[in-house]
T-cell receptor
Framework: AQSVTQPDIHITVSEGASLELRCNYSYGATPYLFWYVQSPGQGLQLLLKYFSGDTLVQGIKGFEAEFKRSQSSFNLRKPSVHWSDAAEYFCAVGTGGGNKLTFGTGTQLKVEL | KAGVTQTPRYLIKTRGQQVTLSCSPISGHRSVSWYQQTPGQGLQFLFEYFSETQRNKGNFPGRFSGRQFSNSRSEMNVSTLELGDSALYLC?????????????FGQGTRLTVV
């Protein structure tokens, strides 16, 4: 069975600083990997996805993530954080051909002005 | 293109009652899945439907059920509500295409059981 670990429950960064959110997954086959963002009381918005090909994927809002098979990781990065990026971020792994996502426990991002 | 629509947005129910939540997927999407989100358990998969058939089911009791209609709209039902069923219930839709499991989520239904 697949699983996702997000080791950081809370992260605080200053506006303008760089950001890296960690995600490690466990899945027997080639994983489909996703990062979602959730603002309070809202649904999940897809930031980016990895299915195959280039291991560095670009997403919306200036986010990118790098798939590293050897480390079973899919870390999310942003070079310069904006105050509006404060939210909860979820990493997820999907099973190919289906629609079942297994989520990590999330990382709450706080941005200091 | 309209997104995933969930109704109602908020619900308050009493223990022992039952509740039905509705989800309208993005036009053209044939797969709908449901997730429960709670502070303690996080995001947990409930079930997934495609072409009116349940394809996957998570580890939830039989009180949780769902269905999908021919227009891909889906409903989930929870019977004999318990306090622990209080949660944000999220619906997601996606195309059914091998290699494409990008899921789009609705705003959710906030269920409070008192």
């Amino acid at each position: 069975a697949q699983s996702v670990t997000q080791p950081d429950i809370h992260i605080t960064v200053s506006e303008g600083a760089s950001l890296e959110l960690r995600c490690n997954y466990s899945y027997g086959a080639t994983p489909y990997l996703f990062w979602y963002v959730q603002s309070p009381g809202q649904g999940l918005q897809l930031l980016l996805k990895y299915f195959s090909g280039d291991t560095l994927v670009q997403g919306i809002k200036g986010f990118e993530a790098e798939f590293k098979r050897s480390q079973s990781s899919f870390n999310l990065r942003k070079p310069s954080v904006h105050w509006s990026d404060a939210a909860e971020y979820f990493c997820a792994v999907g099973t190919g051909g289906g629609n079942k996502l297994t989520f990590g426990t999330g990382t709450q991002l706080k941005v200091e002005l | 293109k309209a997104g995933v629509t969930q109704t109602p947005r908020y619900l308050i129910k009493t223990r022992g009652q039952q509740v039905t939540l509705s989800c309208s997927p993005i036009s053209g999407h044939r797969s709908v899945s449901w997730y429960q989100q709670t502070p303690g358990q996080g995001l947990q998969f409930l079930f997934e439907y495609f072409s009116e058939t349940q394809r996957n089911k998570g580890n939830f009791p039989g009180r949780f059920s769902g269905r999908q209609f021919s227009n891909s709209r889906s409903e989930m039902n929870v019977s004999t509500l318990e306090l622990g069923d209080s949660a944000l219930y999220l619906c997601a839709s996606s195309l059914f295409r091998v290699g494409d499991t990008e899921a789009f989520f609705g705003q959710g239904t906030r269920l409070t059981v008192v």
